[in-house]
């Protein structure tokens, strides 16, 4: 019988919620790693029960934990991030140079094809990978080396790689996007990257058009079409048709175009989520209303989505991470808010119900459809 | 043996209960009781000072025998009840944060 699991990661600890496909009664594990913080947790789609953990702490530092049982027992495995080389300097708040240290894991991506390769998006912006199940991981360099490294910058969370996208299709080409620094895109597996953000206008930086210096919050593909992406930007929601080499802003009707999470339906490639934030100095939903907008038409035209969600009095956010989907029949559209709510539709998001309201602040959310 | 109380999401991450006991070989300093600590427990690693530096994670004090020690470097001995082991030598996570 067909099932979803969904992995929460929390300012204090990890969470998995699990329920049969009617995804109406859910059982709730946790929390993992109490008290740490958990910026993501996603599963292989090799091994579903394959899990990996980024967990750190401002006393601590990061670790890495891993799960061959689905999230039942974890094992912590290697966590030493060194950059390859010199580390050279980024461009600091200040517009001085700064050097390169590292923080933490922001996001893990496990391969599609190998249940023991993951890549690992950290801050300060850099990309990782291990190819023995999480015991050693290398920095893929190619990414923090590129010229433009001096020019970029850390956004208000940090200068954070915080989305990886592997081409389903094409091995070789993967993209990337760095707070502040934009979406990248390498087509021969890591070694050279460059950036991709033609097309973009961040009113908010010296040359609007730049090369680099965008504060792009996420990215989002369909399996089925890897060379149309969608971005939510800092202000703006964009697509591109060309693998990123052109972007145009599909923002239309929406009330706001700032916001952080976004994806994309699991069977219509065409249908878009995204949750719209006020500002980005007031960083909660207009009006106090949380709604999702849905776009079937790819873009510029959205409709607000509001069946089961507060309609009024809410002032949480929803963070780049923590909106995923499933594969069910139904698309399930998941996503957990800095309130502690952890949302779900089993249709595609008419109509959506709370599977857990009172969690510490949600960081991410990564939906795993069990068969 | 040297004994190491360590603060309580060190001891979950090791899998230990309470208080650690390790044995250390040669000179008993700062730097070899990490060093085994490290080596009995590789979780550790990393978590109370860099892989590569070893220099102590910000947040992260030792003291011993009423002594802070937070800043002596490595090869400085600690003191003689530790090294007898009667007393242990204290990894405290700062009072910091919210």
């Keep these: ?31 993992h790693f109490a008290g740490w913080e958990i910026y993501h947790v996603k599963g292989s789609p090799v091994d579903p029960n394959r899990l990996y953990v980024s967990q750190s702490s401002g006393w601590f530092g990061q670790q890495i934990q891993r799960s061959d049982d689905g999230g039942k027992t974890w094992e912590p495995v290697g966590n030493e991030f060194t950059y390859d080389g010199a580390t050279g300097t980024h461009q600091w708040y200040d517009g001085t140079q700064h050097p390169w240290e590292f923080k933490r894991v922001w996001h893990l991506e496990p391969s599609l094809t190998d249940p023991d390769t993951v890549y690992a998006g950290v801050e300060d912006a850099a990309m990782f990978r291990t190819q023995d199940g999480g015991k050693t991981w290398s920095e893929m360099s190619g990414l923090r080396l ?30 990337i996007a760095i707070s502040a620094a934009g979406a990248f895109r390498t087509d021969d597996g890591g070694a050279t990257w460059r950036p991709i953000n033609k097309g973009l206008n961040s009113l908010y930086i010296p040359n609007p058009t730049a090369e680099v210096g965008h504060c792009v919050h996420r990215l989002a593909m369909h399996p089925s079409r890897p060379s149309v992406l969608f971005m939510q930007k800092h202000w703006d929601v964009m697509r591109t048709d060309d693998a ?3 972007w145009h802003e599909v923002s239309g009707n929406l009330p706001t175009d700032f916001g952080f999470a976004i994806d994309v339906h ?11 934030i006020k500002s980005d100095s007031e960083h909660f939903p207009l009006e106090g209303k949380l709604r999702v907008f849905r776009s079937r038409t790819g873009g510029n035209e959205w409709e607000p989505l509001t069946n089961g969600l507060p309609q009024s009095d809410c002032y949480v ?55 | 043996m040297i004994r190491v109380v360590l603060p309580a999401h060190l001891r979950t991450l090791a899998g230990v209960d309470g208080e650690v006991q390790i044995p250390v070989e040669g000179p008993v300093t700062l730097g070899s009781v990490l060093d085994a600590l490290e080596a009995g427990y590789p979780p550790l690693r990393g978590a109370i000072r860099d ?13 011993a025998c009423e002594q802070d020690l937070s800043h002596a470097p490595p090869e400085s001995p600690l003191p003689d009840a530790v090294a007898a082991g009667t007393e ?10 919210g």
């Excluded at chain 1, 970029?152 to 094409?170: F, K, S, Y």
């Excluded at chain 1, 699991?266 to 719209?276: L, M, N, Q, R």
């Design chain 1, 244 to 246: 990123g080499d052109t």
């Design chain 1, 146 to 175: 590129h010229e433009s490294g001096p020019r970029w910058q850390p956004g208000a969370g940090g200068m954070c790689l915080h989305t990886i996208l592997l081409d389903p299709v094409n091995p070789d080409r993967i993209y």
């Design chain 1, 1 to 31: 019988m067909s099932g979803v699991r969904v992995l929460v990661g929390t300012r204090k600890g990890a969470f998995v919620l699990t329920s049969d496909g009617m995804r109406e009664k859910w059982d709730v594990s946790g929390p």
């Design chain 2, 51 to 63: 892989h590569v530096t070893h220099e102590r994670r910000s947040f992260v004090r030792f003291f």
């Design chain 1, 317 to 371: 956010n929803v963070l780049r991470d923590a909106m995923s989907i499933d594969k069910l029949d139904s698309c399930g559209v998941y996503f957990g808010t800095t309130g502690g709510q952890v949302y779900a539709s089993a249709d595609s998001g008419d109509h959506w119900a709370p599977i857990v309201r009172d969690l510490p602040a949600v960081l991410s959310v990564e939906a795993q459809t069990l068969s």
């Design chain 1, 266 to 276: 699991a069977h219509e490639p065409e249908t878009v989520y995204v949750v719209p």
């Design chain 2, 88 to 97: 242990p030598l204290m990894i405290v996570g700062a009072i910091a944060g």
